[in-house]
């Protein structure tokens, strides 16, 4: 009989990483952009990431 109550299953592991299998995060620093429109933007970079001098508004 097929229903449409099937269960589905997964394997044990198969869901997302964690962070103990990708590694640890690096240390970001989140600065503010503004456009000639007033907008902010938030975008995070790597501490030792370099920093553009400009960031082009999303909207």
Partial sequence: ???GSAIR????G???MGEAERGDAAPRVRLS???????ES??????????PET?????
């Fill in 9 to 12: 299953g997964s394997r044990v």
């Fill in 33 to 39: 952009f503004y456009c000639a429109h007033g907008h």
């Fill in 42 to 51: 938030r975008p995070a970079f790597a501490v030792d990431a370099p920093i």
């Fill in 55 to 59: 960031w082009d508004c999303p909207r």
């Fill in 1 to 3: 009989m097929a229903g």
């Fill in 14 to 16: 198969a869901g997302p």
